[in-house]
Each structure stands twice: as C-alpha cells, then as structure tokens.
C-alpha cells in the first residue's frame, strides 16, 4: 500500500478530482436534459423483446437516477447530502407528477419513486466511495 501511496501523492488526486468535476459540470446539463425528455416524452406501447420481463421499468429507473446522482456529485462534489437529496427527490417526484398531469400514456407510480430515491442513493454512495479510494 505504502508503495501506491508514494506513486500517487494526495496533490495529485485532488488535481484529478478538480479535473473530474470540471468534465462533468458539463455532462451533467446535458444528461438531465436528456433524462427529462426521456422522462416525459409520450408512452409507446411496448414491443416483446427477449430481454423484457415484468418489472425491467423500475431498473430503469433505478440505473438511470444512480447515474443521475453520480453525475451530480461528481461535478458538485462540495454540495451537502441534505441540499443533493432534497434537490433529487424533488426532480423524481416532479417528474413523476407531470408523467400523470400530461395525460401522454404515462402514470405516477409509487414503485418509480422508490427506484428513483435507492437509485439516487446509491448515485451518491458509489461517488463518495469512489472519491475516498486511496491509490
């Protein structure tokens, strides 16, 4: 471990993470944006694939917001738990309003909001244990 350590000395891992955020402060625009379209765009019937099986929509959800949180920690890795969780939660339960007001073959559902909030969780964990490896 001491031999790591001496290769990768903690200035260097901060400039990488400075680095890391400044990507993603511009990933993270664009993803949201992309995410909201996907969000609430009409519902389409879906076709049978092989890979579809009952349910494969609250992974989606899950995949997705874990992506979502990971994304918003890694170019805001100073914001506090409490301001994060309040601004995603907020955005999942938004989104699933509007799914059920625009009338476009969407509905709210409990079951998307609980995938959303372990996605989001998860999101920020998995940067947090990311961000505290020590090389």
Not at 51 to 78: Q, Y
Not at 82 to 102: A, G, K, P, R
């Amino acid at each position: 471990m001491q031999k790591w350590q001496n290769f990768f000395p903690q200035s260097n891992t901060r400039n990488l993470l400075d680095k890391i955020s400044k990507i993603f402060i511009k990933i993270l625009p664009i993803y949201w944006a992309f995410l909201t379209f996907m969000l609430l765009r009409p519902g389409v019937e879906n076709m049978e694939y092989p890979f579809m099986f009952n349910g494969i929509d609250k992974v989606l959800h899950l995949s997705i917001f874990t992506m979502l949180g990971f994304c918003f920690m890694a170019a805001l890795p100073k914001i506090k738990f409490s301001y994060y969780i309040q601004i995603m939660l907020i955005y999942s339960i938004l989104t699933e309003i509007l799914q059920d007001e625009m009338k476009l073959g969407r509905s709210l559902e409990g079951l998307d909001l609980v995938a959303d909030t372990a996605g989001i969780l998860i999101g920020y964990f998995l940067f947090r244990k990311i961000r505290n490896l020590k090389f």
